[in-house]
């Protein structure tokens, strides 16, 4: 198994995760993971897009009333005798604050092969709370529990911090296994799990290690029949400036391959426009087509192994 001298599971990340204050580039938290496995190169492939979600209650000092503003909320209410009335009345006496969650999901990629499949992949929140809006406002003071909870026009207040940013540990994704475990529910080869084939029969695999660039997400989502079926979809982390690559109508020969390479040169690795195009990302279907002509044709400008990954997708195209 790809992480059998892997040293931390579940509980040991939450803990570190716990007693690791965060700073601005998360380079304590970094140096933590890989002073724990000194063996295995770690990085910090992915930062994710910022994310809000309800906090909690505090009064106007900033002092902690609750943590989680839903339970507070239904809680209070059937302790006001369940009249909205006379819970609008307490909030606006203390002149209480609602808070929120703004947090982005850190992706941390632990290398333990060469293989595309063979890292492993540490999901961690980082997260900070702020305060949002009057609990409830003077003006347009809310009509149920629902609107209670989440107004639809809410009194804004100072934004201000409450207490320190914190991690907590989301999730720890062995992808070698977890490909395993879900071409079990796939009857044909999934699609993710053909991406890493080709990488691993390809020139890219010469020259670069598919977690420097490329991550997974797993999720769930219900089947036809209300079954939970677990999946998974790969997302590109490239920050580097790669160029479009569209427009390659009418070119062929030198002109089309001249194209590829200044592709590949600026993404980091050999045949990286066919994975490129496979994701739907920068480069179109069409230029897959029209390297496949050349190449069966007058032009050899692909190394053998290369050609027999593009030739299987023409056959049998896909996407990710």
């Known amino acids: 198994m790809a992480d059998q001298h892997f040293q931390l599971d579940g509980q040991q990340l ?16 970094l140096a933590t993971l890989q002073a724990l496995n000194p063996d295995y190169p770690i990085h910090l492939a992915k930062t994710g897009d910022e994310w809000y979600r309800l906090g909690g209650i505090v009064d106007r000092e900033g002092k902690r009333i609750a943590t989680d503003l839903i339970e507070w909320t239904e809680r209070t209410y059937i302790e006001c005798g369940k009249n909205l009335q006379t819970l609008i009345e307490h909030a606006q ?8 969650q703004t947090g982005t999901t850190l992706h941390f990629v632990v290398q333990t092969g060469s293989k595309a499949e063979q890292f492993i992949q540490i999901d961690i929140d980082k997260t900070y709370e702020m305060s949002a809006r009057l609990l409830v406002g003077e003006d347009s003071p809310p009509e149920d529990l629902e609107e209670f909870i989440d107004p639809l026009e809410p009194e804004c207040v100072e934004t201000f911090c409450i207490g320190t940013p914190r991690y907590s540990y ?7 296994v977890f490909m395993d475990e879900i071409n079990k529910y796939h009857l044909d080869e999934h699609p993710v799990q053909r991406f890493m084939d080709d990488w691993n029969r ?5 020259k670069a290690v598919l977690s420097d660039d490329w991550i997974v997400r797993p999720f769930r989502h219900t089947g036809r ?6 999946n998974v979809e790969i997302i590109n982390t490239q920050q580097k400036n790669v160029p479009q690559l569209d427009d390659i109508s009418g070119k062929k020969g030198t002109a089309l391959h001249n194209l590829l390479t200044r592709f590949d040169r600026q ?6 426009w066919f994975f490129y195009m496979v994701k739907g990302r920068l480069v179109s279907p069409h230029s897959g087509l029209a390297v496949f002509k050349d190449v069966s044709g007058d032009f050899s400008y692909l190394p053998e192994r290369d050609v027999a990954v593009l030739k299987d997708w023409v056959n049998t195209p896909y996407s990710v």
């Open 93 to 100: 006496e203390e002149q209480l604050i609602a808070t929120q």
């Open 170 to 176: 989301r999730r720890k994704t062995d992808v070698s």
């Open 225 to 230: 029949f209300g079954e939970q079926i677990i």
């Open 267 to 272: 993404a980091g690795y050999p045949f990286a």
């Open 14 to 29: 939450a803990k570190i995760c716990k007693h690791t204050l965060p700073d601005s580039d998360d380079g304590l938290l």
């Open 202 to 206: 390809s020139s890219a695999l010469q």
